[in-house]
């Protein structure tokens, strides 16, 4: 029968290396993607549309917006993004016309789905120069209670300060969402059924 030995001093020194080798690539696996939080306090959120009259515009107010981003030793630009979660309560949307806005929000649903979220399944960065980077970032948006899988894209770049900004732009559809295009003054204006989401965020850790 053979003898069970220990893991202990009097091993050779190749089968306690065995042991140390994944510790080892586990701690520096984590060094050269250290994670990092940041929040994005007052990101600039606008919401473009069409109508059969004119072209109007909604802004997004009081935005819950985060990343984490991954970065790798001595290198100010980020590597991955490893998560993107946004927030907005469908009645901080505002168009500076209250009867727009509440037609928006019954069109909505708000008082059901008071939320449009948008979270990140999978991201992207493309590396540029001079702190300058891309990244798509595909997740589900979900607005009135429908989620639709959209790829976000944004032209970034890292401040001197470390500051991360970014800046990009979404189409969408109402109808994909389940919204009824609102309609005004006894039909005589109808408002398109795409819209274009205009975003500038500014993250910080």
Known sequence: MKKYVPLTSSCPTYIKGIWVLPVFFLMFAGSIRAQEVYNAPDPDI?????S????WSMEAKEVSCSAKFGFSPGNTLPQTLTALELSLAVHNLKSGESMMDSRAYTAM???KFATITFSSSSS???????GQFQIKSTGNLKIAGVEQPVTLVAACQVNADGLIVCNGSQQIKMTDYQIKPPSFMLGALKTG?????????????
């Open 193 to 205: 059924d795409a819209l274009t989401i205009n975003y500038s965020i500014i993250f910080k850790k």
């Open 52 to 55: 059969n009259l004119h072209n």
């Open 46 to 50: 606008k919401v473009l549309g069409t």
């Open 124 to 130: 992207v960065i493309v590396p540029g120069q001079k």
């Open 109 to 111: 649903k708000a008082d």
